[in-house]
């Protein structure tokens, strides 16, 4: 697990030097332009791993930086500090809504929090709000385990405001960079969440195993057979990839919209 949380952080870096901003260049009159939250997906999970990044490392001043006004008035850092230990975030779901010049993203996902290695602790729902302005964003932490299409219908955002904050990483995600992030869900999944990775697989895969019970029996050897790292990728059609991973096995990946996704393997 440890060596796939790396993987991760290496992939991140990879894709945060190819790329240029998106978000800066449609964000700078979110009144005229139709923002694609799927062009910004990427940019986002950084923005929320920057949080936990400074978490992690018990960074104040940091968190200070990132985190919006009314969190830091309400929230004492330590408990922040002393209640996770080593966590990484993979965003699941994504909203927004334009007001003002400001961007409102209503971000959903999981944390894995890597207490020592084989033992892990998982929130499987985690949610936040992006405020964005230009090329700054504020973070606020929103209620965990809510729907966040409740959270878009629902929330106030008159309390909501924004100054100055942290700057965007510079991303542009490649296919490949999509694709491995997939495969490297659905692997730590297996772990942490088997009916949730069971999911994401196929239903001729699904037919592979029997049932959830045959799928469960062979998370482990599914885990330890498949790779998250892509060695050549084949693309069908717009939604449809067969790519090979660097165990080569061939799997297929019928994508509906970003980590909207089947695997065939």
């Known amino acids: 697990m440890r060596n ?3 993987l991760i952080i290496i992939i991140a870096i990879i894709v945060a030097s190819l790329g240029i901003l998106l978000l800066l260049t449609r ?8 923002i694609s939250v799927e062009d910004n997906f990427f940019i986002i999970q950084d923005a929320i791993n920057k949080y936990f990044y ?8 940091g968190i200070r930086n990132i985190a919006d006004e009314e969190f ?11 209640y996770y230990n080593d966590p990484s975030f993979q965003l699941m779901e994504l909203l927004s809504k334009n007001s003002d010049n400001i961007t409102y993203y209503f971000a959903s996902g999981y944390t894995i929090d890597y207490q020592m290695i084989g033992s892990e602790i998982y929130n499987p729902k985690v949610n936040f709000l992006l405020i964005v302005k230009g090329n700054t964003f504020r973070i606020r932490p929103l209620d965990n385990g809510v729907n966040i299409q409740d959270l878009y219908n629902s929330l106030d955002l008159d309390n909501t405001s924004i100054q100055t904050g942290e700057v965007f990483s510079l991303i542009n995600p490649t296919d490949k960079n999509k694709l491995e992030t997939y495969i490297n869900n659905f692997l730590n999944l297996l772990i942490v969440d088997k009916e949730r990775a069971y999911n994401f697989i196929s239903d ?9 019970s045959g799928f469960v029996n062979n998370a482990t050897d599914i885990y330890n057979n498949l790779s998250s ?3 050549t ?8 990839f067969v790519v090979t991973d660097n165990n080569d096995n061939k799997i297929t990946i019928y994508e509906n919209h970003i980590m909207n996704y089947k695997l065939e393997f």
Do not use: R, V
Not at 27 to 34: A, F
Not at 54 to 61: K, L, Q, V
């Open 4 to 6: 796939k949380k790396i």
């Open 27 to 34: 964000n700078g009159n979110d009144d005229k332009h139709d």
């Open 54 to 61: 400074y978490i992690t490392y018990d960074d104040s001043e």
């Open 72 to 82: 830091l008035n309400n929230f004492n850092l330590n408990n922040l500090f002393n």
């Open 204 to 212: 001729k895969t699904k037919e592979k195993y029997g049932n959830y």
């Open 229 to 231: 790292s892509i060695k």
């Open 233 to 240: 990728i084949a693309k069908q059609n717009d939604n449809i």
